[in-house]
């Protein structure tokens, strides 16, 4: 490793900590100390993509193969703090950084073939400008760069949604069913699509997502996201 004085002066000064635990970073770690990512709770669903849980719930919602997420949500646990961290706590980073972890498992498990293009869920423009970036578009670009692909933000969120948080399945699908509309079609035909969320509940809006961009005829839909539960 290369010595960085001036960084390293800067970490004494002013040393950036981890965002779970609030440890205090070693100059070579990225936003998780080695602790916090010792223990994220980490799925298999990379080894059963097509047959799973998360599958079953989109199963008949929208035409998709393979359903995989990178942790496992449960409530006031380790996912649900990141989740609020990348959402509302302005680290898009961490976002950042956790997709391109999961895009290095992906790799090494023989997922470096399987897609053409990442597609982020748009927020919508207004969100998005108060938020200052889409945590979505994060995780896709930091997978993309591990897994050598292009991130292309296809997708447009037409309208504003209200949040999902408090609706029951059948809500969920009609508040979001048909915000969103293709802003590239041409680049989706024969595309090996992985649409990419943050997180997935009931799986609405990703098969919203799927629906909006099947009617270009892709070869084929995927979704990943960086946090599902049961
Ligand atoms: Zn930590």
Known sequence: MRFNYWQDFMSLVFPETCCICKRSLFPFENQLCRFCIARLPRTDYHLLPEDNDLKNKVLGLAPVSKVISYLRFSKNGMSQKILHHIKYKNKPFLARRLGYMYGDLLNEHGYDNCWDALVPVPLHAKKRKARGYNQSEELALGMAESLALPCRSLLIREIPTQSQTNKNRK??????????????????????????????????????????????????????????GK
């Open 171 to 228: 809500e969920r699908w009609e508040n979001v069913s048909d915000v969103f509309t293709v802003s590239l079609p041409k680049q989706v035909l024969d595309q090996r699509l992985l649409i990419v969320d943050d997180v997935m509940t009931t799986g609405a809006t990703l098969a919203a997502c799927a629906l909006a961009i099947q009617q270009y005829e892709p070869e084929s839909i995927d979704f990943a996201v960086l946090a599902a």
